[in-house]
């Protein structure tokens, strides 16, 4: 049970605890600063407040005071509502005349404003909902990004993405279902870890998805982005071979996180660049975030029984298909978005035994999260960008 009463600027919120649990009470500020989301448009839809009210956490709910939370390309798509089944075009941060406010988000329904965006969020649980596991009070933890039915976890159909459908993480303080935060134990940074969640957590989706193992050669494309750089690490991970795709200005970065040869963005012909960097020229699975015009160039290098996944089009979502390629081929294709809730779980295990590292390129304040999302778009980085409440 939270109770909150008035203490001169603040609320401090009392959190009666079963008598085994040690209570806390924090003294938590009635408003705080949010950067709130207002409408489909350019960066200006973005708007800073200082006097937003802090959330309340419901019953199942805990409170989290926001130490850091990552950009995502989520964030941007939603801004400018490229997810418009109008928008045919590459990923620009800018806005779109054809979207109105009735156009949806990632899953098909539009979105209600205002909305405080930012699923990859990481900070301290500081009060928690009476039904909310009273374990967590104190703890340091992530949010996994996907909201479920907790009733039927695993039903894709009922879902949605913090940040998208509730308000997330650029922000002091947001709220969360106790069963979206992990506790974690680490070293690294809020910042660092900021990293993680979400681009992590589909990297690894879209390596279930396509079954990879060891003995398997697998092409990412984008790999100095956030999933990319996520995937080339999880795949090595399982023992693949890794060939990564990126400007050649980040290849040194994309070398560091274990890649085993890295290759220009769109090389004119992949099969002999292929050929030439491992000795062969095709390879079994093709991890896809970029899409558009390449897309042909991906799908010839699969061999015989080859399996694509993808999880993003940052290039373009529509793109030209030989069918005879995909069924003479013996092709497997998957799409991947919503993920097992295990992968979270996974991922913490993975962060906490140091299996994956960190590409935190920069972080910013967050009443700078114009400047910061601008530098997520221009693309100059590897890994990714977080702020800093
Ligand atoms: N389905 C899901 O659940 C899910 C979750 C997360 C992300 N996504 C989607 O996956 C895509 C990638 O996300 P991310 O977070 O990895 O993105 P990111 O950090 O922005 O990285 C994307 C990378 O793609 C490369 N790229 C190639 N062609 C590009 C182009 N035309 N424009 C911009 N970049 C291009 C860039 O690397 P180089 O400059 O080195 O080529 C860039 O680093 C996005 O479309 C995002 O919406 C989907």
Redesign the pocket.
Do not use: D, E, P, Q
């Given at each position: 049970m939270v109770q909150r009463r008035e203490m001169g600027q603040h609320v401090v919120l009392s959190i009666s605890l079963p008598t085994q649990v040690t209570p806390v009470t924090t003294a938590i500020p009635p408003t705080m600063n949010a950067f709130v989301l207002t409408g489909h448009g350019g960066l200006e839809a973005l708007e800073f407040h200082e006097d937003w009210p802090t959330p309340e956490p419901a019953d199942h709910e805990v409170l989290i005071k926001v130490g850091a939370c990552g950009l995502?390309?989520?964030d941007?798509?939603t801004r400018t509502g490229?997810y418009s089944k109008t928008v045919s075009e590459?990923?620009?941060g800018a806005a779109y005349d054809t979207v109105g406010e009735e156009d949806p988000s990632?899953g098909g329904a539009p979105i209600t404003f205002p909305r405080i965006q930012g699923a990859d969020t990481v900070g301290q649980v500081v009060a928690c909902g009476s039904a909310a596991d009273q374990s967590l009070l104190g703890k340091r933890v992530l949010v996994d990004c996907w909201l479920r039915d907790w009733q039927d976890p695993l039903n894709k159909n009922n879902t949605g993405?913090f940040g998208s459908e509730c308000n997330g993480g650029f922000a002091q303080y947001t709220t969360a279902h106790w069963k979206n935060v992990g506790a974690i134990n680490s070293a690294l940074t809020d910042a660092e870890l900021a990293t993680f969640s979400?681009?992590y957590?589909?990297a690894e989706?879209m390596l279930e998805r396509a079954e990879v193992a060891a003995g398997d050669t697998v092409l990412v494309?984008?790999?100095?982005?956030?999933?990319?750089?996520?995937a080339v690490q999880l795949a090595r991970r399982r023992g693949a071979r890794v060939v990564a795709?990126?400007?050649e200005?980040?290849h040194a970065s994309?070398k560091s996180l274990g890649a085993d040869a890295v290759l220009p963005?769109?090389p004119e012909n992949l099969a002999a660049a292929l050929q030439e960097s491992i000795g062969a020229d095709t390879v079994s699975v093709v991890v896809d975030?970029?899409?558009?015009d390449?897309f042909g160039s991906v799908i010839d290098v699969l061999e015989r029984g080859g399996r694509y996944t993808c999880?993003?089009?940052?290039?373009?979502p529509i793109v030209e298909l030989d069918l005879r390629t995909f069924y003479l081929r013996d092709l497997t294709f998957t799409?991947?978005?919503?993920?097992p809730p295990t992968i979270f779980t996974s991922l913490i295990g993975y962060i906490e035994q140091n299996e994956v590292k960190p590409m935190l390129a920069a972080s910013y304040p967050l009443a700078q999260l114009h400047e910061a999302q601008q530098a997520?778009?221009d693309?100059?980085?590897?890994?990714?960008i977080v702020v800093v409440p």
């Open positions: 995502n390309n989520t941007v798509n490229w590459a990923t620009t990632w993405y979400c681009s957590t589909t989706g494309t984008g790999a100095s982005g956030g999933v990319g750089s996520a795709l990126a400007s200005a980040k994309v963005r769109n975030i970029v899409g558009g390449y999880s993003g089009a940052i290039a373009g799409g991947s978005t919503v993920i997520f778009i693309k100059n980085h590897t890994g990714n």
